[in-house]
C-alpha cells in the first residue's frame, strides 16, 4: 500500500534551517509529481511547494519563495524540503503529498511532521 | 490567486442528517481541478472528491460533489459517527492550489 513518512522536523530559531525528508513506498514513485503542503497549528491547509517526476520543474507560492527548496532522490524515494531563513509564521506541520495522475490533487499524504519556529 | 471560501464555518448536525457544504471561489475554477478532503484530529486529510464530483477510491456514496464556474457543493446524505470533520475544498489554477478555510461538521 502507499506510504509516505515524512521526518526532520523540530524546534528551530528564526532565521536558521531545516531539512525535511519523505520516504515513499508502495508505488511507482518516479512516475508520481509530489507536493508539500503545510498547516500552522489550529489553522487550515496551504501548499508551499511542488515537483514534476523526473525534478526538472519546481513551483513555489510567493510565501516561500526564494526560502524553501523542494527536491527528490527518485533512487532513492525520497522527496526533500529544504527550508532557510526560517521565521515564525513557519510553524506548521507540514505534509507532503502524492498528486494524483489523471487530476491535480492529492491522493495520498504522509502523518506529517512538526515544524516550530521559535527563540 | 484564486481565493476559496467555504461556507458555513461550522454545521452543527446529528447523524443520520443530511450535510451541505459550499465553497464559494473569487473567479472561475476548473471542475477538473476541484477536490475535497476530510481531516480529521491528529489526522492527515483524506481525499473525498476529486473533479468537482468524482469520489475518490473508497469513499462511501454517501459522499457527493457538484456545481462548476464558482460555486461548489460537498453532500453528504446521511451522516455517519465517522463523518464528524473538518472539510477543505481545493482548486488548481496557474500553476499553484489553493484551499478553503474549512467547515467543521460537529455533532449536535
Known amino acids: 500500500q502507499v506510504q509516505l513518512v515524512e521526518s526532520g522536523g523540530g524546534l528551530v530559531k528564526p532565521g536558521g534551517s531545516l531539512r525535511l525528508s519523505c520516504a515513499a513506498s508502495?508505488?511507482?514513485?518516479?512516475?508520481?509529481?509530489m507536493s508539500w503542503i503545510r498547516q500552522a497549528p489550529g489553522k487550515g491547509l496551504e501548499w508551499v511547494s511542488y515537483?514534476?517526476?523526473?525534478?526538472?520543474?519546481?513551483n513555489y507560492p510567493e510565501s516561500v519563495k526564494g526560502r524553501f527548496t523542494i527536491s527528490r532522490d527518485n533512487a532513492k524515494n525520497s522527496l526533500f524540503l529544504q527550508m532557510n531563513s526560517l521565521r515564525a509564521e513557519d510553524t506548521a506541520v507540514y505534509y507532503c503529498?502524492?498528486?494524483?495522475?489523471?487530476?491535480?490533487?492529492?491522493?495520498?499524504w504522509g502523518q506529517g511532521t512538526l515544524v516550530t519556529v521559535s527563540s | 490567486e484564486i481565493v476559496l471560501t467555504q461556507s458555513p464555518g461550522t454545521l452543527s448536525l446529528s447523524p443520520g442528517e443530511r450535510a451541505t457544504l459550499s465553497c464559494g471561489a473569487s473567479?472561475?475554477?476548473?471542475?477538473?481541478?476541484l477536490a475535497w478532503y476530510q481531516q480529521k484530529p491528529g489526522q492527515a486529510p483524506r481525499l473525498l472528491i476529486y473533479?468537482?464530483?468524482s469520489r475518490a477510491t473508497g469513499i462511501a456514496d454517501r459522499f457527493s460533489g457538484s456545481g462548476s464556474g464558482t460555486d461548489f457543493t460537498l453532500t453528504i446524505s446521511r451522516l455517519e459517527p465517522e463523518d464528524f470533520a473538518v472539510y477543505y475544498c481545493?482548486?488548481?489554477?496557474?500553476?499553484?492550489?489553493?484551499f478553503g478555510q474549512g467547515t467543521k461538521v460537529e455533532i449536535k
Open positions: 481545493q482548486q488548481y489554477g496557474s500553476s499553484s492550489w489553493t
Open positions: 473533479g468537482a464530483s
Open positions: 515537483i514534476s517526476s523526473s525534478g526538472s520543474y519546481t
Open positions: 503529498a502524492r498528486r494524483m495522475t489523471s487530476s491535480k490533487v492529492f491522493d495520498y
Open positions: 508502495g508505488f511507482t514513485f518516479s512516475d508520481y509529481y
Open positions: 473567479q472561475s475554477v476548473s471542475s477538473s481541478y
